[in-house]
């Protein structure tokens, strides 16, 4: 019998400018991962760099709302002025593929995917310093003083909410926080609930 393990949904938040997309990237370069990266779609413009259908699908606000209306996300949320959504098709069926599926989305989309997949596993990244994050969001460049000061509003308000997650995970270095994250993964692999009913299942067999 093929112990064929579904893969987890692993929701991945933390303050802009906490590095959220470089740890990402670290753990797609980890050995043996089965990661699949959730592609969200949104309504904000495109950073210099970023490409459609790989960053983002970038729609019109008309669009966003069709789909919303539609049913077609498993969350959406409006962050400073923008929409931003996973959309719902692919994930199950990746899921059910043994993949594990990362969606790197903020607060109140996390909270949704809390409610919806009882299952997931909530990863709230944090700095090892507040004034790191400061630092990376006007180092990037790409967003006005008056955006950027809305983001750090919005990152002190996410902060409170971090105690809704299941795992607080320090990004002081990228390569230890993809450390971090791989080892709660696993450890949720192995978690009773997870995989009793699979051996039970072998037991049956004999
Ligand atoms: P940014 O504009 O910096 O790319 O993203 C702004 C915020 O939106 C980040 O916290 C990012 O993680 C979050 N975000 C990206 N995609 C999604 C999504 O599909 N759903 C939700 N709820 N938030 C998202």
Known sequence: MKLNERGLLVVLSGPSGVGKGTV??????MPEQNFVYSVSMTTRAKRPGEIDG??????????????????KFLEYAEFVGNYYGTPLDKVEEQLQDGKEVILEIEVEGALQVRNKVKDAVLIFLVPPKKEALYTRLRSRGTESEEVIKERIQKANRE???????????VNDEVVNAADRIMAIIRAEHAKTERSIHKYMKLIDED
């Open 159 to 169: 902060f409170k909410l971090a105690y809704k997650y299941d795992y607080i995970v």
């Open 24 to 29: 990402r990237k670290a753990l797609f370069n």
């Open 54 to 71: 790989v960053d983002y699908y970038f729609v019109s606000r008309e669009e966003f709302e069709k789909r919303i209306r539609e049913g």
